[in-house]
């Protein structure tokens, strides 16, 4: 009997596991850390054999192949012991897409990948179709296989997925733009990241779907590389030769081999230039498979967007706050600034993945009256910023911060929490960060 050792128990390991024992395999789940209390009682259920708190060498290193958490880098110890005796390592994406035969419609990209994804959903779903949503949201991608029977999956994918992925094949495409990311987990070199995301292209025919961003600079010089074996959609602002998705005279225009759709760009219920892309990539997604017109409409004018995504919290002496936190790097935030109206208090910091802050610098000197470092360390921040700002604070706590900015804004002015960084020195997750945001600006 083949034997799958799982790497990692949370969502996307504990699914895989449940799929690999559903399948008839041995199945063993090893968590370095504390697995929680939800994912001990699934695999229970599923009898289900794991260990925490450590990996049991002489029970991982006799798999036949071994499912890693994307989280897991490939520089952990226990995963270089793996690759040393040759023992396949891949990803739960890769492996739940052998057990299904349904349509993927895959979606990465630096920036706007969750918000395309659930708007995607959104239509897919409004319109009638039997669809799962899976990847960085949702349930498990295996999870579903194993228990649902969806004729279509819209799945995120980081780049870290991508990067256990081999077979697998999205049957559309979606990359939404490529800035540095990550660049802890890919040696500081850039071409590293970008190879990874346009992992989301491999295995596709000339039967499939590739949607990007025509107007990134990185997509396109990469373009010229490569020899795409698929139908290409590009979208952009501006009408070009081979755009299919654009801007002409205030109206969205969608023009797939299928139908060409057109609604006025302001009915658009997402705001600012980067939801437009979102819009733009999900519209052609859904009309690339059909979806009729009016379904496609509707949901692009009802969509309510995605938590902790420029999410509007509340207003407070004349001061609104905005809750940013999914910005885990410098481009989420300058889209988050480019949109802002009014002057801001910027709230920065966290884990820094390498970060380039020159590419906000223009906006903060522009938009920003003042800045809190919400972090352990903001000696990075402190060194860039300083003197280009005129109110800098420190905070330790989301408490402090929201007190700090609460003290620092004007009435008119936005408070906004885009911190640019991963949220792991002071919270849980990006989540976590944005609900405690959100809990004392309602306290206030």
Same mark, same amino acid.
């Given at each position: 009997m083949k034997r799958i050792v799982i790497l990692g128990a949370g969502e996307s390991g504990a699914g895989a596991a449940i799929l690999a024992a559903?399948?008839?395999?041995?199945?063993?789940? &090893?968590?370095? $850390?504390?697995?929680?209390?939800?994912?001990?009682?699934?695999?229970?259920?599923?009898?289900?054999?794991? /260990?925490?708190?450590q990996h049991t060498e002489s029970l991982i290193l006799n798999a036949d192949e071994v499912i890693k958490s994307p $989280?897991?880098?490939?520089? +952990?110890?226990m995963v270089k012991a793996l690759r040393e005796k040759k023992i396949p390592v891949i990803s739960e994406i890769e492996f739940a897409g052998r057990y299904t035969k349904a349509k993927m419609?895959?979606?990465?990209?630096? *920036?706007?990948?969750?918000?395309?994804? %659930?708007? #995607? @959903?959104? #239509?897919?779903?409004?319109a009638g179709l039997n669809v799962g949503l899976a990847g960085n949201v949702g349930d498990s991608l295996a999870l579903q296989v194993a228990e649902k029977n969806f004729d279509y999956y819209v799945v995120e994918l980081s780049s870290f997925q991508l990067d256990g992925m081999t077979e697998f094949k999205a049957d559309i495409a979606i990359l939404m733009n490529i800035t540095p990311d990550h660049l802890d987990r890919y040696n500081y070199e850039f071409? *590293? @990241?970008?190879?990874?995301? =346009?992992?989301?292209?491999?295995?596709q025919t000339e039967k499939d779907a590739f949607i990007f961003w025509n107007d990134d600079p990185v997509i396109r010089n990469e373009l010229k590389k490569r020899n795409i074996q698929s139908a290409i @959609?590009? =979208? &952009?602002?501006?009408?070009? /030769?081979?755009?299919? +998705? =654009? #801007?002409? *005279?205030?109206?969205?225009?969608?023009?797939?081999?299928?139908?060409? =759709?057109? %609604?006025?760009?302001?009915?658009? &219920?997402?705001?600012? #230039?980067?939801?437009? @892309?979102n819009? %733009?990539?999900?519209?052609?997604a859904a009309s690339i498979i059909s979806v009729r017109k009016e379904n496609i409409r509707q949901s692009l004018q009802d969509f309510q967007g995605v938590e902790h995504r420029l999410e509007y919290v509340a207003t407070v002496r004349d001061v609104k706050y905005i809750n940013d936190s999914k910005a885990t790097n410098v481009n989420s935030c300058w889209y988050a600034l480019q949109s802002m109206r009014t002057p801001v208090v910027l709230i920065l910091g966290g884990t820094d993945k390498g970060n380039d802050y020159s590419e906000i610098e223009e906006l903060v000197k522009e938009k920003v009256t003042g800045m809190i470092f919400l972090g352990v360390d903001n000696e990075k921040l402190h060194l860039f910023f300083d003197g280009k700002v005129e109110k800098i604070a420190d905070a330790r706590s989301m408490q402090e911060c929201v007190q700090a900015a609460y003290h620092m804004a004007k009435p008119g002015e936005t408070v906004l929490l885009s911190p640019c960084c991963a949220s792991f020195d002071l919270f849980e997750n990006y /989540?976590?960060?944005?609900?405690?945001?959100?809990v004392c600006v309602r306290n206030l």
């Open positions: 559903k399948q008839g395999f041995d199945v063993f789940v &090893s968590d370095f $850390g504390e697995i929680k209390h939800q994912y001990k009682l699934l695999l229970d259920k599923h009898h289900i054999r794991w /260990e925490e708190k $989280g897991i880098p490939d520089k +952990a110890p419609i895959c979606i990465t990209g630096s *920036n706007g990948k969750t918000t395309t994804t %659930m708007l #995607i @959903y959104h #239509i897919l779903k409004e071409q *590293n @990241y970008i190879d990874s995301k =346009f992992r989301i292209i491999q295995n @959609y590009p =979208f &952009s602002l501006e009408k070009e /030769e081979k755009t299919k +998705a =654009f #801007i002409e *005279n205030n109206q969205l225009i969608i023009n797939t081999l299928n139908n060409i =759709f057109t %609604m006025p760009a302001s009915e658009l &219920s997402l705001t600012g #230039i980067h939801n437009t @892309y819009s %733009m990539a999900a519209g052609l /989540e976590d960060r944005g609900n405690q945001f959100k």
